[in-house]
């Protein structure tokens, strides 16, 4: 970076250079022109100026080193308030913030004689300590400064102190440079990447065990060839603390509960794709989709289906849960994007439905979708078809699953149970009569002493039987494997 130097007199003309705003969703140290500024405290040090807001993708994109994959931990931070400095300095700040690379300063490392080096430790305890942190500590004096400029708030100052990964030697600490640290996790990120993290709460959120994700993740591991970065050294530990904050974690921030909800939608725009707050004639509606489950979406959706699991809650939830669901290779379904409303989610789907297809375009312009599977023949149809340009096809699990259930439960001769069900399936598919309330009527006359079952019937499936009929005659209908896919989501989330 030295042909991107440039000398200037003195720290009070920092205001004069240029605000750098790459156009790159993060960025780095390499996206950057820097300045070693001379006298002052930071002389010698190289600065830049960036947007405050940018703050972020810049400490994102540091992290995402190829030689030295690093995580920028906050070592200190200082606040001041505005109008608490009559005569600012040109570097005076509003707030401070020391960012120093996760492996250091510490160094814990073994010299060659097995023997902790003394002069670089801390405390085990009080100030300073970092329990559970020692394995990481590697004596990486990477840092550097971010000051909220004082005059100027929307601006932050970088103050690279130390850009290399290296030790007090000069020697590289950590990453593919150090020979020390191949074939450790040293040579990768200190933690799990967000999308990993993401990928492992998703999971945790819908009930999945922890063994089960530990299981299933070593023997993806063992199937590409052991570890290849840090997201490959996933540990029990890991998901166990994840699954501590998902139990520890509070989402009422308010004792209103619209309130709250405003508030939490505030926090996380990012993973919300809609939002409508209930008034008078609207109905509240939420999407929340997060990063991981976007990409999930374009990598499992592209070329394949996207499946509706509509109705969960309806009858204990205030508000219904609505999911959408793809299929991976080993044809599990995976979470793909979340709906809560107040209403049925059939009845404003045509809010939403346009702005998530619109999503996962901007994100893959060439992705396309085969066939979108609904489990309530109500949906809007044609307005599915014009989001996603695609086959629809509908599910039948939910009506099959419920009448077995019912009847396992209301019926106790095999004999029976097996004609009833096939009498269900012939109301669904018109086979012996042409008009369904014909086969209704014939249906209830047959089996006019299952009294229990009959009356369940009636008051859950009879208004809508022929609703369901007639979907099946307009509708291609989705083969064993999704239904069998989307039930075990159903079975996964119930337990959860």
Request: hydrophobic share 35%; glycine share 6%; charged share 25%.
């Amino acid at each position: 970076m030295k042909g991107h130097e440039h000398k200037i007199p003195r720290m009070e003309d920092i205001l004069n250079l240029p605000v750098q705003d790459p156009p790159c969703a993060e960025f780095s140290a390499a996206h950057i022109k820097w300045v070693k500024v001379e006298g002052g405290r930071q002389g010698g040090d190289d600065i830049a100026l960036i947007p405050f807001a940018r703050v972020g993708d810049f400490v994102k994109g540091e992290s995402s080193n190829a030689e030295c994959p690093a995580s920028f931990r906050i070592e200190s931070r200082r606040r001041r308030p505005e109008g608490s400095i009559s005569k600012p300095r040109v570097d005076g700040y509003l707030e401070y913030t020391l960012y120093w690379c996760s492996y250091g300063p510490e160094d814990y490392r073994e010299n060659e004689s097995g023997v902790v080096d003394g002069s670089s430790t801390k405390p085990a305890s009080g100030k300073g300590s970092r329990p559970g942190r020692r394995h990481m500590m590697r004596g990486c004096i990477c840092h550097f400064t971010v000051k909220r400029l004082y005059t100027r708030p929307l601006l932050a100052l970088i103050i690279y102190n130390q850009r290399n990964h290296v030790d007090k030697s000069g020697s590289p600490c950590h990453g593919i440079l150090d020979q020390d640290a191949m074939g450790t996790r040293a040579m990768y990120a200190p933690r799990i990447s967000e999308e990993q993290r993401q990928k492992v709460m998703s999971m945790l959120y819908v009930g999945i065990p922890l063994d089960s994700i530990v299981q299933h993740h070593m023997e993806m591991v063992e199937g590409h060839g052991g570890p290849h970065n840090r997201d490959d050294f996933l540990s029990r530990n890991d998901v166990r603390n994840m699954e501590r904050v998902i139990r520890n974690s509070s989402h009422e921030l308010h004792e209103d509960d619209e309130c709250s909800i405003r508030m939490w939608v505030q926090r996380h725009r990012k993973n919300v794709f809609y939002f409508q707050d209930s008034s008078g004639s609207e109905p509240f509606v939420l999407g929340m989709q997060t990063d991981w489950q976007l990409q999930q979406l374009v990598q499992y959706g592209h070329n394949g289906y996207i499946a509706f699991h509509s109705t969960f809650g309806l009858k204990k939830l205030k508000y219904p849960l609505c999911t959408l669901l793809v299929f991976n290779a080993s044809r599990d379904a995976i979470p793909v994007a979340w709906v809560i409303t107040s209403s049925f989610v059939s009845q404003d789907i045509h809010k939403w439905i346009g702005l998530l297809a619109e999503r996962i375009q901007t994100k893959d312009p060439r992705w396309r979708l085969d066939a979108f599977l609904v489990d309530d023949p109500s949906f809007e149809i044609s307005i599915i078809r014009e989001a996603f340009q695609c086959r629809v096809l509908l599910c039948i699990w939910r009506a099959r699953r419920s009448w077995i259930r019912r009847l396992l439960k209301t019926c106790c001769n095999f004999d029976v149970q097996r004609e009833m069900f096939k009498h269900l399936g012939w109301l669904l598919y018109c086979t012996r009569r042409p008009n369904t309330m014909d086969s209704v009527e014939e249906f209830m006359q047959v089996f006019v002493d299952q009294c229990a079952f009959m009356d369940y019937f009636k008051s859950r499936w009879l208004p809508n039987i022929e609703l369901w009929a007639n979907g099946i005659r307009s509708l291609p209908v989705a083969g064993p494997e999704p239904n069998a896919a989307i039930e075990s989501y159903h079975l996964r989330l119930c337990r959860s």
